[in-house]
């Protein structure tokens, strides 16, 4: 079959401008960017900046701070990820508001980041803790697990399509406006389905 270039230039052409949709993520550590910079569709732009730690409130001051830097600015869509820790209802209420308010979206994780990987091998709707889930039940499904694990993203892939159902499952769509209402005690929960959603092919 002979070469058609004018083929080839249309479909360059539309690549060239198609248009990019940007995202700007804050996260607590260093496990969500591994995590979420495995992400690479031709048609968005993601920046993963970890705060470092801290309450949930210190986080959302330090990423409202970052985004009036040249740096942090101009990105279509902003997100806040953060885990239940330490923080008090009302620390984690107050937080939501307020980053909705400033048109930031949120991930919330209860009891943390981990229950998100280890929905990619199982489902788990009992209280668990950050201790258990990286030391016992994760390190089950990847040898040699640990927060700085090089190649998670990688490894989470091809299991991404059972996360997002037993996330579903975990955390049915009609169950989330209530689920606002209890982040606290809704051990074990996560909606970080609704931001790998629209990151994910």
């Known amino acids: 079959m002979r070469n058609k270039p004018w083929l080839q230039s249309t479909a360059k052409s539309h690549i060239r401008h198609q248009r990019i949709d940007s995202y700007c993520i804050f996260t607590e550590g260093e496990t969500e960017q591994l995590y979420l910079t495995s992400f690479r569709l031709p048609n968005l732009q993601i920046k993963c900046v970890g ?60 009891p943390c980041f981990e229950i998100w990987i280890l929905l990619h091998f199982c489902f788990r709707n009992t209280p668990t803790s950050p201790e258990e889930l990286k030391r016992r039940l994760i390190p089950q499904f990847i040898k040699g697990y640990s927060e700085t694990y090089p190649k ?50």
């Open 51 to 110: 705060l470092g730690g801290g309450t949930a409130d210190h986080l959302l001051n330090e990423c409202l701070s970052q985004m009036k830097t040249a740096k942090y600015s101009g990105f279509d869509h902003y997100w806040l990820v953060f885990d239940k820790d330490d923080n008090s209802p009302d620390i984690i209420y107050k937080v939501i508001r307020t980053a909705e308010k400033r048109k930031i979206h949120w991930c919330f994780s209860n």
């Open 152 to 201: 998670l993203g990688d490894t989470l892939a091809e299991h991404q399509h059972q996360a997002m159902n037993n996330a579903m499952r975990l955390l049915p769509e009609t169950s989330r406006v209530a689920w606002r209402m209890q982040l606290s005690n809704a051990n074990p929960s996560t909606n970080l389905d609704e931001l790998i959603r629209l990151l994910a092919p």
